[in-house]
Structure formats: C-alpha cells, structure tokens
C-alpha cells in the first residue's frame, strides 16, 4: 500500500457509525471559532516563515491567524472553509493587508494567487486527498510551503470517553510521521522539525471545551455533566509535540 493510500484509509475510519451520527442532535464536526486565536503557534512553525523573509504569507485553513499573522509579513492571503473565522482573522491582522477566500483548499486554489510563502496549520488531518492538498500547497508558493500538524491524530484525545459513551473503539493513525511519509513518497524533500506544542484550548473557557467536547460525542446538552465528569476522569494523555515541515515551493 502506498503512503498516500494508507493516509486516505486511515482518515476514512474515523467515519463515524451511522447510529450514532443519525442520534447526534447535532453536526460533531467543525470547530467554535471562539477557541482560536491568532497566538499560541508553536515557534518552528512561524520561524520556518520567517527564515525567508516574505513579503506575502498564504494562510490555508487560517483559523485565528496563529501560523501566520506573527511572521509579520507585509501582505496576508487567508483561506478557510468559516467566513467567521476569515471575519476574526482580518481583524487580528490589524492594519496588515488582507485577501481572504472562503472554501475548502485545494477546491478554491485556482482563485487564490501564489505567495512568498504558504503555510497550513492544524489542517491536514482534514484532508482526504492529501496528494492533491500538497501538489496545490507547492504550486502556491514561490519560496517555501510549511505545514505544521500534531504528532497524533487530534481526535483520538477522545477515545476512552468514546469508548465510555458508545461501547467503540476509535483508530490511532494518521500521524505527523506518515505524513513525512506521504511527502517522501510524492518527491518532495522536506525539513522537519519536532517541538512541544502548547495546549490550544488552555485559556479558552471551560464551558466552550465542555460544549464542543459533548458535540463531538454526538451527545445532547442534557448530558454534559456526565461528559464533565468523563473528563475528568479520563485524562487527555497523548504527546504534546507537533512536526512542522517545510519545503521549497514552485511557484513563479
């Protein structure tokens, strides 16, 4: 099996069971945009950016801004799939230049012109055709790509309470490392560096951790205090690390 293959497999069993997602009272998927900010990024990540000294940053699935807004470019692009999340990103930026994209990368690429510099953070677990993400990524960028994701698939801090709520086991994989794979495997030659990455739901309120963390169990509101207990009692041990990587862009 390829590395592009096995990453498709293994992001396609994180499908939800029929059952469960038909009982959900609500979408599990998306995030609050209210626990993202534009800080908080680990420093590989925006140093990778820096070290090029761009006059223009493309930020894929941009969220608060947090991979891009602090390289301090004098030019921001900014894709995502939330005109919310594009509505708080513009206003972190402050009086940096702003064009925004709303849509799905790669769906929207061809609207989206190259910059110095293209970075995706936290996105490419939400990437089935991790082949066709990439191709346009490198496309994209005239010096450099960056891509940061956490060592472990983020959902799997979820397992024993799933596995507390609904009696099933949820998959491991991908991971960071497979991902390396997968760009080996497309013949891109890329840096890599692994750092602790800082808990991004630290400061944000407990009862928007709590909401999001019942929506994705696909529970109604009138079980989190048993989903509050649940997580107290079953404790997010993954690794805090994340792998960043880079390369060189072919963008003209």
């Known amino acids: 099996m390829t590395a592009v293959q096995r990453w498709r497999d293994e992001l396609a069993a994180w499908a939800i069971d029929p059952a469960v997602l038909a009982a959900a009272p609500e979408s599990p998927y998306g995030f609050p945009p209210g626990l993202f900010g534009s800080d908080r990024r680990p420093g590989r990540t925006v140093d990778a950016a820096r070290e090029v000294a761009p006059s223009s940053v493309l930020d894929v699935g941009c969220g608060g801004g947090a991979a891009s807004i602090p390289v301090g470019a004098p030019e921001l692009l900014a894709v995502d799939s939330s005109e ?9 930026a402050g009086s940096t230049p702003v064009r925004t994209w709303c849509g799905r990368w ?29 191709a346009a990524l490198t496309a994209h960028a005239r010096r450099r790509v960056v891509v940061e994701l956490g060592d472990v698939h983020p959902w799997t801090s979820m397992g024993a309470l799933w596995r507390h709520f609904h009696g099933q086991d949820r998959p491991a994989g991908p991971s960071a490392a497979q991902f390396g794979a997968v760009l080996a495997e497309l013949g891109i030659a890329a840096e890599s560096a692994t750092e602790p990455r800082p808990d991004p739901w630290q400061d944000a309120p407990a009862d928007v951790v709590l909401a999001f963390t019942r929506r994705r169990l ?11 207990e649940a997580m107290r009692r079953f404790r997010d041990d993954r690794p805090r690390t994340s792998t960043t990587y880079w390369w060189v862009g072919t963008a003209s």
């Open 84 to 92: 919310e999340m594009l509505e708080r990103y513009r206003a972190a």
């Open 106 to 134: 790669p769906d929207v690429a061809e609207e989206v012109p190259p910059a110095d510099v293209v970075v995706a953070a936290d996105v490419a677990y939400n990437v089935p055709d991790v082949e066709a993400f990439v």
């Open 218 to 228: 696909c529970l109604p509101v009138d079980r989190e205090p048993e989903v509050a």
